[in-house]
Structures are given as structure tokens and as C-alpha cells.
């Protein structure tokens, strides 16, 4: 199985995970020129912009560490071409950006990682 099929996998169960604790997800594997987000979803009236990482040991660290500044930069990038392509007011909406890690089995949620 390569690199992106692997990904995906973790997506969708990400995305069943937080379907279940109450977000309604509105996107798998946003793209664009600019980038691509995971997933996004709305948590009560929060736009929430959700990236997915996976490790399968610690050799490289765990897979929230793998959100470095850079990333973060381009989901925010995404993120607001997102909201302007759909009608979102960057000002007045709330938004939030979560990271969902998979470090093999463990499943950790950080609401408002950046």
C-alpha cells in the first residue's frame, strides 16, 4: 500500500472518530493550488480545519510534532481561500485548526493546535 493510500485510511477513520464525538465534516482531502487540508468540519457554529497525521513509531518523533511552522502556514493559506471560495466572513466567522494524530493505534485530538 503506498504513502497516500495510507493517509487516506487514517483520514477517514480520523474523520469517523470525530463524527462521533460531534463535528460534522463538510470535506475529505480539500486541495488546491495552494495546498490541501485533511478535513473540515463545523463543531457547533466553529469552521474547524483538521490535519491528519500518522506515524507508525517514534523514530521520527510522533505525528503531532510533524505540523511544523511551514505547514501550518499553508493550511492557513488553504483555509482562507476556503472560506472565501464558500461565502465564510474571515472576520466575523470562528474558526479553529485541529490536529489529529495517529501514533499507531493511539489517537490523540489537539483542538486549536495553531
Do not use: C, W
Not at 11 to 18: F, G, V
Not at 70 to 78: E, F, L, S
Amino acid at each position: 500500500m503506498n504513502r497516500r493510500n495510507v493517509g487516506t485510511g487514517y483520514e477517514l477513520r480520523a474523520a469517523q472518530k470525530l463524527q462521533a464525538e460531534g463535528y460534522e465534516i463538510l470535506e475529505h482531502s480539500y486541495r488546491t493550488r495552494t495546498g490541501e487540508i485533511d478535513l473540515i468540519a463545523r463543531e457547533g457554529g466553529t469552521l474547524v480545519f483538521i490535519e491528519v497525521k500518522y506515524r507508525s513509531g517514534t523514530a521520527y518523533g510522533s505525528s503531532l510534532e510533524a505540523v511544523d511552522l511551514r505547514k501550518q502556514n499553508r493550511i492557513r493559506r488553504t483555509a482562507l481561500y476556503y472560506m472565501t471560495l464558500h461565502g465564510y466572513d474571515p472576520d466575523s466567522t470562528p474558526v479553529r485548526f485541529d490536529v489529529a494524530g495517529f501514533d499507531g493505534e493511539r489517537f490523540t485530538l489537539v483542538k486549536g493546535a495553531f
